[in-house]
């Protein structure tokens, strides 16, 4: 029995699903160790691809887990899937759109023929233009080189872009500075250490209506033309990246540094496009084409690799094993180095904000667990503060460990203490500790993966997002859900609206808090009165 994604069996009702249950059912007083060391000889627990390593051999797997979970992909329909997103199918189909971001990072030749022109076109903009910030030719309206950049988006708009330039920046570009949160303290701690004269403002937001973005925008505008009397020079200091042209028209912007993208791009998956401009801007053109390069190898890898080799997919499945038939209610990801500090809050929205679903692609209730939380902290930190948890805590979960194998930085005795702090963790979580004592019993058998990177470079970067991207288009295709809509955020931002008129405007205010629910309508009766007696 095959699900081809257009009805038939939901998920649990797979033969794969079945035998899988009694599976988890035959594995659950054997510790990982043992599933470990039966697995040594397969070689689907080591895969190595595009300068990752990636280590499934603390998985609670062994040979005839693996080998199903292989048949539950088949018997899901991801082969007919994968062609469909590739081909540039509506997969999207409660947008009714096509999931085409993997295009972005193709080589021409290998593009849809549909989207070839259009992508080569913004990307070689977009490129020229990072080249003329980087190199000085484009300036400020008093002729001063660009120092500074402000780079305004939230979400999709923000995290991808801040992770790669945190990870691999600022180059011999000019310092980018993220503002994403509508909270005005970033822009209060950030302005006074800026000189207009030297600071470019782009504004990245698919949409060009989501508030935080928009006020932040706004924000910048004013600055700009208080500390410098200059309206007419916004055209010089501003840029956005949007799909909506419309509303850059409306804000004023000059269409020459207006970069577009398309409907095709869902926000989480935009690196790849212009919203990776601050990417551009650290790494010059070399390197944002290398950081394309690599995430096209884990594409390529995907589309040809076999499934019990193949990196995405194995990730997938090893998650799908442990979401669904060992209990986890986690995804710890644990970066062993600084540049990787952001990757959780990336992967947050990626994996959270795909998955997070209740319904299948027909609408129809899921009766099985869907993403789980994802959430995760940077380096040894963590052992000193959550890992207890995870050693001795009665939650199961299950964890990524990340590292690079190559420092960059010469203290090569601390970079050992870090490799060595992250293998120990994992061998912890693998073998725990049998003790008569009680308190020191740590039970061990946790899965978790570990990723090596040779070196953190452009190339090993985008394979790694890549990797993660295609990891959760396989998880929702076994899951049936569409994994590249996001209604349920619209809720938070549509209630916003009443509650902040209520909050601004004080003759609305009774009526609006009256139409508030009983514990949000005390909340602005706090706030209203704790404002009244401050003042
Ligand atoms: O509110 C969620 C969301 O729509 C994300 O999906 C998106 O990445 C983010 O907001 C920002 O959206 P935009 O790029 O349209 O400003």
């Given at each position: 029995m095959?699900?081809?994604?257009?009805?038939?069996?939901?998920?649990?009702?797979?033969?794969?699903?079945q035998?899988?249950?009694?599976?988890?059912?035959?594995?659950?007083?054997?510790?990982?160790?043992?599933?470990?060391?039966?697995?040594?000889?397969?070689?689907?627990?080591?895969?190595?691809?595009?300068?990752?390593?990636?280590?499934?051999?603390?998985?609670?797997?062994?040979?005839?887990?693996?080998?199903?979970l292989?048949?539950?992909?088949?018997?899901?329909?991801?082969?007919?899937?994968?062609?469909?997103?590739?081909?540039?199918?509506?997969?999207?189909?409660?947008?009714n759109?096509?999931?085409?971001?993997?295009?972005?990072?193709?080589?021409?030749?290998?593009?849809?023929?549909?989207?070839?022109?259009?992508?080569?076109?913004?990307?070689?903009?977009?490129?020229?233009?990072?080249?003329s910030?980087?190199?000085?030719?484009?300036?400020?309206?008093?002729?001063k080189?660009?120092?500074?950049?402000?780079h305004?988006?939230?979400?999709?708009?923000?995290?991808?872009?801040?992770?790669?330039?945190?990870?691999?920046?600022p180059?011999?570009?000019?310092?980018?500075?993220?503002?994403?949160?509508?909270?005005?303290?970033?822009?209060?701690?950030?302005?006074?250490?800026?000189?207009?004269?030297?600071?470019?403002?782009?504004?990245?937001?698919?949409?060009?209506t989501?508030?935080e973005?928009?006020?932040?925008?706004?924000?910048?505008?004013?600055?700009?033309?208080?500390?410098?009397?200059?309206?007419?020079?916004?055209?010089?200091?501003?840029?956005?990246?949007?799909?909506?042209?419309?509303?850059?028209?409306?804000?004023?912007?000059?269409?020459?540094?207006?970069?577009?993208?398309?409907?095709?791009?869902?926000?989480?998956?935009?690196?790849?496009?212009?919203?990776?401009?601050?990417?551009?801007?650290?790494?010059?053109?070399?390197?944002?084409?290398?950081?394309?390069?690599?995430a096209h190898?884990?594409?390529?890898?995907?589309?040809?690799?076999?499934?019990s080799?193949?990196?995405?997919?194995?990730?997938?499945?090893?998650?799908?094993w442990?979401?669904?038939?060992?209990?986890?209610?986690?995804?710890?990801?644990?970066?062993?180095?600084?540049?990787?500090?952001l990757?959780?809050?990336?992967?947050?929205?990626?994996?959270?904000?795909?998955?997070?679903?209740?319904?299948?692609?027909?609408?129809?209730?899921?009766?099985?667990?869907?993403?789980t939380?994802?959430?995760?902290?940077?380096e040894?930190?963590?052992?000193?503060?959550?890992?207890?948890?995870?050693?001795?805590?009665?939650?199961?979960?299950?964890?990524?460990?990340?590292?690079?194998?190559?420092?960059?930085?010469?203290?090569?005795?601390?970079?050992?203490?870090l490799?060595?702090?992250?293998?120990?963790?994992?061998?912890?979580?693998?073998?725990?500790r049998?003790?008569?004592?009680?308190?020191?019993?740590?039970?061990?058998?946790?899965?978790?993966?570990?990723?090596l990177l040779a070196?953190?470079?452009?190339?090993?970067?985008?394979?790694?997002?890549?990797?993660?991207e295609?990891?959760?288009?396989?998880?929702?295709v076994?899951?049936?859900?569409?994994?590249?809509d996001?209604?349920?955020?619209?809720?938070?931002?549509?209630?916003?609206?009443?509650?902040?008129?209520?909050?601004?405007?004080?003759?609305?205010?009774?009526?609006?808090?009256?139409?508030?629910?009983?514990?949000?309508?005390?909340?602005?009766?706090?706030?209203?009165?704790?404002?009244?007696?401050?003042?």
């Open positions: 095959t699900n081809t994604q257009s009805g038939g069996a939901r998920p649990s009702e797979l033969p794969a699903w035998e899988l249950a009694q599976l988890a059912a035959s594995i659950a007083d054997v510790p990982s160790i043992e599933l470990t060391k039966q697995r040594h000889t397969n070689p689907a627990s080591t895969i190595d691809v595009a300068g990752l390593h990636i280590d499934f051999s603390k998985q609670r797997i062994n040979d005839s887990i693996a080998t199903t292989v048949l539950l992909a088949q018997q899901s329909g991801l082969a007919d899937a994968i062609d469909a997103q590739f081909r540039g199918d509506h997969i999207n189909n409660s947008e759109r096509a999931v085409l971001h993997s295009a972005l990072r193709a080589p021409k030749n290998k593009r849809p023929a549909s989207v070839a022109d259009s992508i080569e076109n913004e990307q070689q903009r977009l490129l020229e233009f990072a080249e910030v980087r190199s000085t030719q484009l300036r400020g309206f008093t002729g080189a660009f120092t500074d950049v402000v305004i988006g939230i979400g999709g708009s923000h995290l991808g872009p801040e992770l790669v330039y945190r990870a691999l920046g180059g011999d570009g000019p310092s980018v500075h993220f503002v994403a949160n509508v909270d005005g303290a970033a822009l209060a701690e950030l302005l006074p250490k800026l000189d207009p004269e030297r600071t470019l403002v782009t504004i990245v937001s698919k949409s060009f989501t508030a973005t928009k006020a932040n925008a706004d924000s910048m505008r004013s600055w700009f033309i208080e500390r410098t009397g200059r309206p007419d020079a916004i055209a010089s200091h501003f840029c956005a990246v949007s799909t909506n042209l419309d509303a850059i028209d409306e804000f004023g912007l000059d269409r020459n540094r207006v970069f577009t993208m398309w409907d095709w791009v869902g926000g989480r998956y935009s690196v790849w496009s212009s919203v990776g401009l601050p990417i551009a801007l650290a790494l010059g053109r070399e390197g944002f084409l290398s950081f394309l390069n690599g190898a884990m594409d390529d890898h995907f589309c040809h690799a076999d499934w080799e193949n990196a995405p997919v194995q990730m997938a499945l090893s998650s799908i442990n979401t669904n038939f060992l209990g986890a209610t986690s995804l710890a990801v644990l970066p062993y180095d600084r540049r990787l500090a990757l959780p809050d990336f992967l947050q929205q990626l994996d959270m904000e795909s998955n997070g679903k209740r319904v299948h692609r027909d609408g129809s209730d899921v009766t099985i667990n869907t993403a939380v994802l959430w995760g902290g940077e040894t930190n963590g052992q000193h503060a959550f890992h207890q948890q995870l050693h001795q805590g009665t939650q199961s979960f299950s964890a990524d460990f990340l590292a690079v194998i190559e420092p960059d930085h010469p203290r090569q005795e601390h970079h050992n203490a490799l060595a702090n992250c293998l120990a963790q994992s061998q912890a979580m693998l073998l725990g049998e003790t008569d004592e009680a308190h020191r019993r740590v039970p061990g058998s946790r899965a978790t993966t570990t990723i070196a953190l470079t452009p190339y090993t970067m985008g394979a790694l997002l890549a990797l993660y295609q990891k959760v288009f396989c998880q929702g076994i899951w049936q859900i569409n994994s590249f996001q209604w349920g955020v619209e809720l938070g931002k549509q209630l916003a609206e009443p509650i902040l008129a209520a909050l601004v405007d004080d003759s609305s205010k009774t009526n609006t808090g009256d139409a508030q629910d009983p514990s949000t309508q005390a909340l602005l009766a706090q706030i209203e009165q704790k404002r009244n007696h401050h003042e």
